[in-house]
């Protein structure tokens, strides 16, 4: 038993993210973008109204030119501040938030997808 024990408290100090994991039991509503496009590379859209990614969520492009993403504010085409830049067919995994999700690129007309969670 002894071994048992410290083993598992081993494998905390190695790996403090398992140690730290913290279940919340309900549902999540899965909540589809708002938009899901830049129309015009600069001009930024609110891809997930405030609210609707209230537990997290989601967003990624297979566009070449990418995606910036900000849940702060409006989103700009380069990584600054609170907009977080990803490459084509990487996600950006959107944290909890009250605020609107705004996405940017620097080119015109990319799609993008994603989901916002609710709980």
């Known amino acids: 038993m002894r071994r048992i024990l410290a083993a598992a408290l081993a494998l905390a100090f190695v790996t403090p993210a398992l140690a730290a994991t913290v279940t919340v039991p309900g549902s999540l509503q899965i909540v589809p973008l708002d938009i899901s496009?830049?129309?015009?590379?600069g001009v930024a859209v609110t891809a997930l109204n405030a609210g609707n990614a209230a537990a997290g969520g989601w967003v990624v492009t297979?566009?070449?030119?990418g995606?910036?993403?900000?849940?702060n504010g409006a989103a700009g085409t380069a990584?600054?501040?609170?907009?977080?830049?990803v490459a084509a067919n990487q996600a950006y995994y959107i944290p909890p938030t009250s605020h609107p999700v705004s996405v940017n690129s620097s080119a015109s007309s990319v799609n993008f997808g994603g989901n916002g969670f609710k709980t």
């Not at 496009?37 to 590379?41: D, N």
């Not at 995606?67 to 849940?71: K, L, P």
């Open 37 to 41: 496009a830049v129309t015009t590379g």
């Open 67 to 71: 995606i910036c993403v900000n849940v």
């Open 79 to 85: 990584t600054a501040g609170d907009t977080t830049c």
């Open 62 to 65: 297979s566009n070449a030119a």
